[in-house]
């Protein structure tokens, strides 16, 4: 049997980094982007396949996708839509600009990306697209709502996605992980100093001694229900290999337990619980 191949954007570090690697050692042919070239040389140190791919450079996904394709002979079995970062906020201190970009790396550039593989996939007869969602991409928490808001996008989009092309070969899949220990804290510590003016903000105070505390906490403390990011990986694996796939994987108990309160809860006692995160 020929050899699987599979494109996985943001590899630099955390998740992306341990599930180019893993299936790399599974027998996969790996193709690993990062946005930063420095970090394609690394991974091409350590064997891997790396090209730069950016979601907010259209030029850098073109070629990404020309480069992929050739090398395979125009297949390819599998994409990880993996990259994405937050910018911590009230939603009323969030400017058009910062709406713009968010939304250009965590939703645009990952459909654009995914809409470039699919007539590939479409002749070969199969595929499967792999978003990295959240659980807040349908539980949504205060001074999270960008984030929030491109994941809600992206679970929609993914959903019309996995319904039109029912019965194609081609599988659209969300995993939802909760919290793993990744980068994740640090970038959106940098997303928050350029786009949040927050000592002239309504809620000054707030950031000051919570927000900023949280993004700035170098004690390592976990986060409860926290699980590594091989626990992601196991489950991208059954995603991808599973002759019948699931059109979602949650990851963490905090998944669980907030899908089920959204369920069973109401909107108000719902709010007052999350309120409180």
Request: contains cysteine; charged residues 25%; aromatic residues 10%.
């Amino acid at each position: 049997m020929s050899q699987k191949s599979i494109l996985i954007t943001g590899c630099s570090s955390g998740i992306g980094y341990d599930a180019a690697h893993t299936l790399h050692k599974r027998g996969w042919r790996v193709f690993a982007t990062c946005r930063a070239e420095a970090d394609c040389e690394r991974l091409r140190a350590e064997g891997l396949e790396s090209l730069r791919l950016d979601y907010q450079d259209e030029d850098s996904i073109t070629a990404a996708v020309a480069e992929v394709l050739e090398r395979t002979g125009g297949t390819l079995d599998a994409l990880f839509n993996n990259g994405a970062y937050a910018i911590p906020g009230a939603v009323e201190d969030l400017s058009r600009d910062a709406l713009r970009d968010i939304f250009e790396t965590n939703l645009f550039g990952q459909i654009d990306l995914s809409n470039r593989l699919l007539p590939a996939m479409r002749a070969q007869g199969h595929g499967r697209i792999i978003h990295n969602s959240s659980v807040l991409g349908f539980v949504s928490t205060p001074f999270r709502g960008s984030y929030c808001a491109t994941k809600f996008a992206l679970e929609a989009l993914t959903d019309a996605q996995r319904m039109e092309h029912r019965g194609t070969g081609i599988h659209f899949i969300l995993i939802e992980p909760g919290p793993i220990p990744t980068d994740f804290r640090k970038n959106a510590a940098k997303q928050f100093e350029k786009w949040i003016d927050w000592q002239h903000a309504y809620r000054k105070d707030f950031y000051e001694t919570v927000v900023r505390k949280r993004l700035y906490d170098t004690s390592g403390k976990p986060d409860m229900f926290e699980l590594p990011v091989s626990a992601v990986t196991k489950k991208l694996i059954h995603a991808l290999e599973s002759p019948r796939p699931k059109p979602r994987y949650m990851v963490t108990t905090a998944t669980y337990i907030s899908n089920l309160m959204r369920r069973i809860f109401p909107t108000r006692m719902l709010d007052s619980i999350l309120s409180k995160q």
